[in-house]
């Protein structure tokens, strides 16, 4: 039982690159998030999904797309990645409470 | 303004009790959640708290929620240099799950 699973947990991109990470839970919860996480500024929720096939804005959706295909899947993609985007990405379930994974740390050169 | 406010810093000695406040805004709020975030690491929840309650005890952690002023605080007694990490205020608002901008607590010697 893994529980949140994020991957990669670490990269590094060039400005202009595009990349996707993935979010898997095993958990069966049908709530699902990416946060991102900058010094100071708390989590700020990017975009969220209250079940397969959804997905909402967050705060700060710019910059960003996701796609819920299947329940246990969230990916966050960056098509055009920005020094601005260089961050720790949290992905999170829930079901009452939230399950958060270990994180990828992103940094875009 | 900010959906969740609380102070950035907080200096406790060891062996006395730490006390980080938070307040909110959605008085519809479900759940309202404490996170402890260790330096690398993800989030990992303490505690949380209904909001049809007003307290609740774990071990040495003490949630209160006072609903008509929306504030909520954890206290932690007897603190150790082991509770030295970023402490993560959230409610959860609709769908979403909104955080704090978390407090960094520092234990002195």
């Known amino acids: 039982n893994a529980g949140v699973t994020q991957t990669p947990k670490f990269r590094v991109l060039k400005t202009g690159q595009s990349m996707t990470l993935l979010c898997a839970q095993d958990m069966n919860h049908e709530y699902m998030y990416w946060y991102r996480q900058d010094p100071g500024m708390g989590l700020r929720l990017i975009h969220y999904s209250v079940g397969e096939g959804t997905t909402a804005k967050g705060e700060v959706p710019d910059g960003y797309n996701v796609s819920r295909l299947k329940k246990q899947n969230f990916l966050l993609g960056l098509e055009s990645a920005a020094p601005s985007q260089t961050s720790v990405y949290f992905c999170a379930t829930r079901q009452g409470r939230a399950f958060f994974g270990q994180g990828t740390r992103l940094t875009v050169v | 303004g900010e959906d969740v406010e609380q102070s950035l810093f907080l200096s406790v000695r060891e062996g006395d009790s730490s006390v980080i406040n938070c307040t909110y805004t959605?008085?519809?709020?479900?759940?309202l959640y404490w996170y402890k975030q260790e330096p690398g690491a993800g989030l990992q929840l303490l505690t949380y708290?209904?909001?049809?309650?007003d307290m609740k005890q774990d071990q040495r952690l003490t949630v209160l929620l006072n609903k008509k002023d929306k504030h909520l605080s954890l206290r932690i007694a007897d603190t150790q240099t082991g509770d030295s990490a970023i402490y993560f205020c959230a409610e959860s608002k609709g769908d979403k799950i909104i955080f704090g901008k978390g407090t960094r607590l520092h234990i002195l010697p």
């Open positions: 959605d008085s519809s709020s479900t759940y």
């Open positions: 708290i209904f909001s049809n309650m």
